[in-house]
């Protein structure tokens, strides 16, 4: 963790954006995959790493939720109608 952590902390520092690249792989074939979430399954998702953000915080994490900027979904799959409204709406 406090690798990870680091590693963060310094591509913050060097000016990359960061992106979520979600919590899993929900890849098809190991359902539910992100192939047939809803917005209430991505809005929970999202929900969840922002959670875990906030608590990596306390650990030392310098990034925080408003710089997060998009994210990279699981085996570049999903339903798009889905997702896109939470994320517009989460900002």
Same mark, same amino acid.
């Given at each position: 963790?406090?690798?990870?952590?680091?590693?963060?902390?310094?591509?913050?520092?060097?000016?990359?954006?960061? +992106?979520?690249?979600?919590? !899993?792989?929900?890849? /098809? &074939?190991?359902?539910?995959?992100?192939?047939?979430?809803?917005?209430? @399954?991505?809005?929970?998702?999202?929900?969840?790493?922002?959670?875990?953000?906030?608590?990596?915080?306390?650990? +030392?994490?310098?990034?925080? !939720?408003?710089?997060? /900027? &998009?994210?990279?979904?699981?085996?570049?799959?999903?339903?798009?109608? @889905?997702?896109?409204?939470?994320?517009?709406?989460?900002?």
């Amino acid at each position: 963790m406090r690798t990870r952590i680091a590693d963060l902390n310094a591509a913050m520092d060097a000016g990359h954006e960061i +992106g979520t690249h979600y919590n !899993g792989h929900f890849c /098809k &074939g190991q359902e539910p995959s992100v192939g047939v979430w809803t917005a209430e @399954a991505w809005t929970s998702e999202l929900d969840q790493f922002f959670g875990f953000l906030h608590g990596a915080a306390g650990q +030392g994490l310098r990034v925080e !939720g408003n710089m997060i /900027k &998009g994210g990279r979904t699981p085996c570049l799959e999903g339903r798009f109608d @889905a997702l896109l409204p939470v994320l517009a709406s989460a900002g």
